[in-house]
């Protein structure tokens, strides 16, 4: 048997594996025909999102339970179930990340009902409640699934720098930082916040000037 025989009978293995003809394994979408051997598309309504052996069986699309305030955020298709939301003024919160069939629609918490957190730091959303603070414009921060409300922007310490140095704000992160002075260019204040450095003196020589010092990044030029 020559290599041309070869390749084309391991080639047509490979379609038939494809096919579940060897193997029965399926892809996603897909659901094994025992009669013609082969797989199919999942039927309409039903889904299959993992690749499987012949004995699994495609599974019902859910069905949102309107009564439960339940919404279609996504269509179920042949290799997703249905994404499912809440009616505004409720939020899902789900009972696992790995089932989201067992979740549930709750309501939003109103802020001005509570006599402590009364001020709303961040709005209700699909899959997450209102979070309530005690003063206006505080922030959130999010750790192991809890949120916890910060200092108002107002009350936290200012960045400043020192001198010979410009404060800079990063356009991405919005994080301030201070950054020396260019060549030609000073700062002689401390603790400050100033977002760029002072140009240096330069000496006039229409006017007799002269360079007695020459321009550092902490002082400008003495000129005489």
Same mark, same amino acid.
Request: glycine fraction near 8%; charged fraction near 20%; proline fraction near 5%.
């Given at each position: 048997? +020559? !290599? $041309?025989?070869?390749? @084309?009978? /391991?080639?047509?293995?490979?379609?038939?594996?494809?096919?579940?003809?060897? +193997?029965? =394994?399926?892809?996603? @979408?897909?659901? &094994? %025909? *025992?009669?013609?051997?082969?797989?199919?598309?999942?039927?309409? @309504?039903?889904? +299959?999102?993992?690749?499987?052996? !012949?004995?699994?069986?495609? #599974? !019902?699309? &859910?069905?949102?339970? *309107?009564?439960?305030?339940?919404? =279609? $955020?996504?269509?179920? *298709?042949? #290799?997703? %179930?249905?994404? =499912?939301?809440?009616?505004? @003024? &409720? /939020?899902?919160?789900?009972?696992?990340?790995?089932d989201p069939r067992g979740g549930q629609c709750l309501n939003c918490t109103v802020c001005r009902d509570n006599p402590? %957190? !009364? &001020?709303?730091?961040?709005?209700?959303?699909?899959? *997450? %409640?209102? =979070?309530?603070?005690?003063k206006p414009n505080m922030t959130v921060s999010v750790e192991g699934g809890s949120s916890t409300c910060d200092k108002p922007l107002s009350e936290k310490p200012k960045t400043s720098c020192r001198n010979g140095h410009y404060l800079y704000v990063s356009r991405t992160s919005g994080r301030p930082g201070c950054y020396p002075c260019r060549n030609g260019t000073y700062m002689d204040e401390d603790h400050h916040e100033h977002r760029s450095c002072k140009n240096c003196s330069q000496a006039s020589m229409e006017d007799h000037e002269v360079v007695l010092e020459n321009c550092t990044s902490t002082g400008d030029t003495i000129i005489g």
């Amino acid at each position: 048997m +020559n !290599a $041309i025989v070869l390749k @084309g009978l /391991f080639c047509l293995f490979c379609l038939f594996s494809q096919l579940g003809t060897f +193997n029965n =394994v399926c892809r996603p @979408g897909e659901l &094994y %025909d *025992s009669t013609t051997q082969r797989c199919t598309p999942c039927e309409r @309504g039903t889904f +299959n999102g993992q690749q499987h052996s !012949a004995d699994k069986e495609c #599974t !019902a699309c &859910y069905q949102v339970q *309107s009564a439960n305030h339940e919404v =279609v $955020i996504s269509e179920c *298709s042949a #290799t997703t %179930d249905t994404v =499912v939301g809440c009616e505004p @003024g &409720y /939020f899902r919160r789900q009972v696992s990340a790995d089932d989201p069939r067992g979740g549930q629609c709750l309501n939003c918490t109103v802020c001005r009902d509570n006599p402590v %957190d !009364a &001020y709303e730091a961040r709005p209700c959303s699909t899959f *997450s %409640d209102t =979070v309530c603070c005690p003063k206006p414009n505080m922030t959130v921060s999010v750790e192991g699934g809890s949120s916890t409300c910060d200092k108002p922007l107002s009350e936290k310490p200012k960045t400043s720098c020192r001198n010979g140095h410009y404060l800079y704000v990063s356009r991405t992160s919005g994080r301030p930082g201070c950054y020396p002075c260019r060549n030609g260019t000073y700062m002689d204040e401390d603790h400050h916040e100033h977002r760029s450095c002072k140009n240096c003196s330069q000496a006039s020589m229409e006017d007799h000037e002269v360079v007695l010092e020459n321009c550092t990044s902490t002082g400008d030029t003495i000129i005489g």
